[in-house]
């Protein structure tokens, strides 16, 4: 791999003019399943080019634009001067891939989980605020316009407030990563995206669900917040089919998102459901526009103002802590 220079905090390791800085240079780490997908969603964003992707993996070749390289190993991808990288490794290797990212002074968006333990999703804050390097994390579900209707309509969490959430489907299952930490970070980011980082785990359960052992579990559990408002959450791959809906009640009021309907967002306050009006832009291609939206240099700085990274440490900290009960006798 090619020697680099760190960056100084908040400087881009390439700088370069500003003429050939109008289109963002993104790569890609990783290219299994679902980098393939971000791969094909970034063909609808707008400002910015794939200049690379790593994997050993050479059929992806053809799925490459004009002028983009592919390499073996996610290292050798910073050599290709990117302004931004995506991080779709295997769950256990988000926390390295991001921070090599910012000790170059790159900004990057890594899949869910930031890390599978507490202390290194701190580590990555810690050094993302230090060198003032922008690091989202791509909790899809908080970008789906469907779910950002619903919870505009209904305002802020209220006390004694009860969001339902179910989260899976029948698998995928992963030799690198447990349904717990596949599908938890979805269900968990909905919950604390709604009640707020303080929730806190009171409970938690496995079901036997689709198939035996683990890879066929079902988690139950609850999270609440001081003033009673409370997170349901049922989630894993042992569903008969795909679910990913959550619903608010608050009274005799329900706002529900579903991302498997018809209508993904609506309201019912006894009278029926009525659809709540949302863009229709996938959320996989929102949450990369936000990405490279983020790139300039005065996005980049505001964008450590956001809690985007606390959230993410959250919800890597509630699965720990979700992970330990269910480890209890």
């Not at 001081?226 to 619903?247: C, P």
């Not at 009278?271 to 291609?285: E, L, N």
Request: aromatic letters at 4%.
């Amino acid at each position: 791999m090619q020697q680099h220079r760190p960056a100084a905090p908040g400087q881009s390791a390439h700088p370069r003019t500003k003429e050939a800085t109008a289109r963002k240079r993104l790569v890609i780490a990783g290219a299994g399943p679902w980098g393939r997908i971000l791969l094909r969603s970034l063909s609808d964003t707008a400002g910015a080019d794939l200049v690379g992707v790593a994997t050993r993996q050479a059929d992806v070749d053809a799925l490459l634009p004009p002028g983009a390289r592919r390499v073996e190993r996610w290292g050798d991808l910073f050599a290709l001067a990117p302004d931004g990288l995506i991080a779709a490794t295997p769950a256990a290797t988000h926390a390295a891939v991001a921070l090599a990212a910012i000790a170059l002074g790159i900004p990057a968006l890594v899949e869910k989980p930031l890390a599978t333990d507490a202390a290194a999703a701190d580590a990555v804050r810690i050094a993302a605020r230090a060198r003032q390097v922008p690091i989202l994390v791509n909790h899809v579900d908080l970008a789906n316009p469907a779910w950002q209707s619903i919870t505009a309509a209904a305002g802020p969490a209220t006390p004694g407030e009860v969001i339902e959430i179910e989260v899976g489907g029948p698998g995928p299952f992963r030799s690198d990563c447990s349904p717990l930490w596949d599908w938890g970070p979805h269900a968990i980011a909905l919950a604390l995206d709604r009640l707020g980082s303080a929730a806190e785990v009171v409970s938690a359960c496995a079901e036997r669900g689709r198939g035996a052992g683990a890879a066929g579990a079902v988690y139950v559990a609850e999270l609440r917040r001081a003033d009673g408002a409370l997170a349901r959450l049922r989630f894993g791959s042992g569903f008969e089919e795909k679910r990913r809906r959550a619903v608010i009640r608050r009274g005799s009021r329900a706002l529900t998102y579903d991302d498997r309907a018809s209508d993904r967002a609506t309201v019912d306050a006894g009278k029926g459901p009525r659809r709540i009006d949302h863009p229709t832009t996938s959320p996989v291609v929102a949450s990369l526009q936000r990405f490279i939206d983020r790139l300039s240099p005065a996005d980049a700085r505001q964008a450590q103002t956001d809690d985007d990274l606390d959230l993410a440490v959250a919800v890597v900290v509630r699965l720990a802590s979700l992970e330990r009960c269910l480890q209890e006798p």
